[in-house]
């Protein structure tokens, strides 16, 4: 009964590197969100996705950051070339199909990721 | 611009009194709202919904909603210094993609 799986955990990557993190949803949950968290700050929303689909990634910077879910496999969050400001705890979260309106969202551990 | 506003805090409160958490939304469409507990370093985790008007009651916990004023409330009865957090409100309008619109949180320190 594994929860929401995310890693790496921590992740050190330098300036101009890239960044993959993934995240596996609880079983049985078929939509997954991304979330950045500044430190002291609050949850940003990035990007929403279903298998193979992105619903909304309102959240997203325009650069550099790209998502996908694919078929088989978890979800990846990709960063391009990372940079001092991407220094952040980044959460994935699923919920399973909408009943009613209890979209409950169940977060992961979250990966740390730190630019040098 | 859908909005949920939260006080930032922190409140402060002896242990064994009650922590009323507040939370007020933009959305008239909102059909639920979630109550999450943040501990320093780690993830968000669920401790209420609600989505009826009125108030639910899960042990210590108490989740008040009331559409009409656009508030949501979340009281913690017997405070323990365990349950210093931040907590996080959202709220949640199926029209709205699913996307959770989220609160900043409040952060609460329960002194022994």
């Known amino acids: 009964n594994a929860g929401v799986m995310q890693n790496p955990r921590h992740l050190v990557r330098r300036r101009g590197q890239e960044a993959r993190l993934r995240c596996s949803p609880m079983k049985g949950h078929s939509h997954v969100y991304w979330y950045r968290q500044l430190p002291e700050e609050g949850l940003k929303f990035m990007v929403y996705l279903q298998k193979e689909n992105i619903i909304d990634e309102s959240g997203m910077p325009k650069e550099r950051f790209s998502a996908e879910f694919p078929k088989e496999g978890p979800s990846i969050l990709r960063i391009q070339q990372v940079v001092r400001g991407d220094s952040a705890a980044y959460f994935c979260?699923?919920?399973?199909?909408?009943?009613?309106?209890?979209?409950?969202?169940?977060f992961g551990a979250g990966t740390r990721l730190s630019v040098l | 611009q859908k909005e949920v506003e939260q006080n930032s805090g922190p409140l402060s409160v002896p242990e064994g009194a009650i922590a009323s958490l507040n939370c007020t939304y933009s959305?008239?469409?909102?059909?639920?709202f979630f109550w999450y507990r943040q501990y320093s370093g780690k993830s968000p985790e669920l401790i209420m919904f609600i989505y009826s008007n009125g108030d639910k009651e899960d042990g210590r916990f108490t989740a008040q909603l009331n559409k009409a004023s656009q508030y949501v409330s979340l009281l913690i009865r017997d405070s323990q210094p365990s349950d210093s957090a931040t907590y996080l409100c959202?709220?949640?309008?199926?029209?709205?993609?699913?996307?959770?619109?989220w609160g900043l949180g409040t952060s609460l320190a329960v002194n022994p």
């Open positions: 959202a709220g949640f309008n199926a029209g709205n993609n699913r996307k959770l619109i």
């Open positions: 979260a699923s919920s399973p199909p909408l009943v009613g309106a209890k979209n409950i969202q169940y």
């Open positions: 959305d008239r469409g909102s059909q639920s």
